[in-house]
């Protein structure tokens, strides 16, 4: 399954089986069906969002690169709370994930 994101930027990741468990989570207001078991960057991934976070200088898009916790171009904004780690955080039902304009607190990108 070939899938482009907002910005026409297309996307490869497909599951390589059925999902048995979802959870509905919203990305930027829109409504997702995820895999319960998945990362929130892997359910961000698969919904064939690329963009994270963009870089707030040249505001290019940013998205995850190591999917393991190192390169912190992972970083949205869940439930309210910013900068967090999109590659480490399980999926929860009723999530609301937001992308972010470069690093919300701390250091920036
Ligand atoms: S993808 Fe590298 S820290 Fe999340």
Redesign the pocket.
């Known amino acids: 399954m070939v899938m482009k994101n907002d910005t026409g930027t297309t996307a490869t990741f497909k599951r390589f089986s059925p999902c048995n468990n979802t959870v509905t989570i919203f990305v930027n207001g829109r409504e997702i069906v995820a895999s319960g078991r998945d990362t929130v ?1 892997t359910c961000l991934l698969v919904a064939g969002e690329l963009a994270f976070q963009y870089n707030k200088a040249s505001g290019e898009p940013r998205g ?12 949205v904004t869940i439930d309210g709370v910013p900068d967090l ?4 955080v399980p999926v929860e039902p009723g999530m609301r994930i937001e992308t972010q304009k470069g690093v919300l607190q701390g250091r920036d990108t």
């Open positions: 960057a995850p690169y190591c999917m393991m916790g190192v390169c912190f171009e992972c970083l780690q999109a590659c480490l």
